[in-house]
């Protein structure tokens, strides 16, 4: 009740700098038409699983995220390396076999050190050049742009693709590190909202670690409700796009709703591969798995807001090496730390090629299983687009080796989920 009590709370704050709606024309008919596509990731937040080579290449087993990269070595190498790797990860080629592939939505994620690189914060700059380019690339390919601001001051969550890998997140424990988010956010309103034609819409923060306590989420409920008066200041059609903050869907029942609030969606990521348990289901237990979520998306999407699954993949393991964090082994062959072992990482990660039929077999079902549910509600966005040695996370190798088909819509199993 104390819970519910704040968001209402905060809600009606919020209210009282917005008492007029805004009518919501965005230029992707959210809602009646599916989401479909695909996160950039590893290119403007470096991640060490998406791009082993980078982190390799510097020697140092202590480089374990962007923070580090820039931190413990030397600062014109680490300089060179981003440039050339910002180059070459992604180009307008890509873009162009994204729209090929027929789908309409691109995520681009993003951390704050590309407006704001605080004192002692050894981060590199030089990412909105590319930003402002991939805007570029999206129009001129008819590709709708999410801009995900995956990283924040002090951390969100802690993870290393916040970009900087820390035991807790430390956000929401200074006033600072919030003002500075929404400092943030209003350059990108004020950039990419009046060109919301493109930039369909902006993801005010990704993945804040509800789990981790109330702080985070009072935290989180104000920043939701400033950054969209940020994004409406600038553009009354700009999706607001929230992730849930690891909170089931049912918690967010009544926020941000309309009249009052127009134009909001809500992110939620599936994953099935990072918890001992999830990881050692059979492969008919994850399609179940996966399958059994249609009904609370479709009814939350039906009722509440538009849902977007904004990441998920047709993986089921966490072998993709450094995927738990650069060097923390896997849950699935037990080489991470207390997770007993389900089985050999052979042939289950790295090059498609390596792959057996059976293997493809099932991460085509995986897929279809997914993408089936998914759209019960407003659609998805999968993670991600390539990675170095990880294919079975690689949409781009998914269409090379077939378990993702040409179409998103041309399914081989469509009764997968009965």
């Known amino acids: ?7 209402l709370l905060a809600g009606a704050a919020a209210l009282a700098f917005f008492p007029v709606a805004f009518a919501f ?23 060490p699983w998406i791009t082993p080579s980078l982190f390799g290449n510097t020697g140092n087993p202590n480089i374990v995220d962007e923070w580090t990269f820039g931190q413990l070595q030397n600062r014109n190498v680490a300089q060179q390396a981003l440039q050339a790797h910002w180059e ?18 691109v995520r681009l994620p993003i951390g704050y050190w590309a407006w704001d690189v605080g004192p002692g914060e050894p981060y590199i700059q030089g990412q909105l050049p590319y930003l402002r380019r991939a805007v570029n690339w999206a129009a001129n390919h008819g590709l709708k742009l999410v801009i995900d601001l995956h990283g924040a001051p002090g951390s969100q969550n802690g993870f290393d693709n916040s970009g ?8 929401q424990s200074s006033q600072t590190n919030i003002d500075r988010t929404n400092n943030i956010l209003r350059q990108i309103a004020n950039e990419f909202g009046p060109q919301y034609r493109t930039v369909a819409a902006i993801q005010p923060l990704n993945e804040p670690a509800g789990f981790d306590g109330q702080a985070v989420l009072d935290a989180t409920h104000q920043y939701y409700l400033t950054s969209y008066t940020s994004i409406r200041a600038s553009s009354a059609n700009t999706l607001q796009l929230i992730h849930d903050a690891f909170e089931p869907l049912s918690y967010w029942n009544g926020w941000e709703r309309p009249p009052q609030y127009q134009g909001v969606a809500l992110d939620t990521h599936m994953y099935q591969m990072f918890s001992d348990a999830s990881v050692a289901q059979t492969r008919s237990q994850h399609i179940s798995t996966a399958c059994s979520q249609g009904s609370d998306l479709a009814t939350f999407n039906r009722n509440q807001l538009w849902t977007i699954v904004g990441e998920w993949t047709p993986a089921m393991t966490d072998c993709a090496n450094h995927l738990n964090g650069r060097g923390a082994g896997a849950r699935y062959d037990g080489t991470r730390a207390g997770s007993p072992r389900v089985g050999s990482c052979n042939g289950l ?33 999968m993670w991600t687009w390539k990675a170095e040695r990880a294919d079975e996370w690689s949409y781009q190798a998914g269409l090379n ?4 088909p040409q179409d998103p819509t041309s399914l081989r199993y469509p009764n997968i989920c009965g």
């Open 1 to 7: 009740m104390v819970r519910i009590l704040r968001r």
């Open 25 to 47: 024309s965005p230029s992707f008919p959210y809602g009646s038409q599916k989401v479909r596509g695909v996160s950039l990731g590893g290119w403007l937040v470096l991640e």
């Open 88 to 105: 070459t990860w992604i180009t307008e080629s890509d873009f162009v076999a994204i729209a090929a592939a027929g789908l309409n939505h």
């Open 164 to 171: 900087h890998k820390v035991p807790f997140p430390q956000w």
């Open 349 to 381: 990660t790295g090059s498609g090629a390596s792959f057996s039929q059976s293997y493809k077999t099932f991460l085509r079902q995986s897929w279809e299983a997914q993408v089936i549910t998914y759209e019960k509600a407003s659609g998805w966005i």
């Open 401 to 404: 080796y077939g378990w993702i």
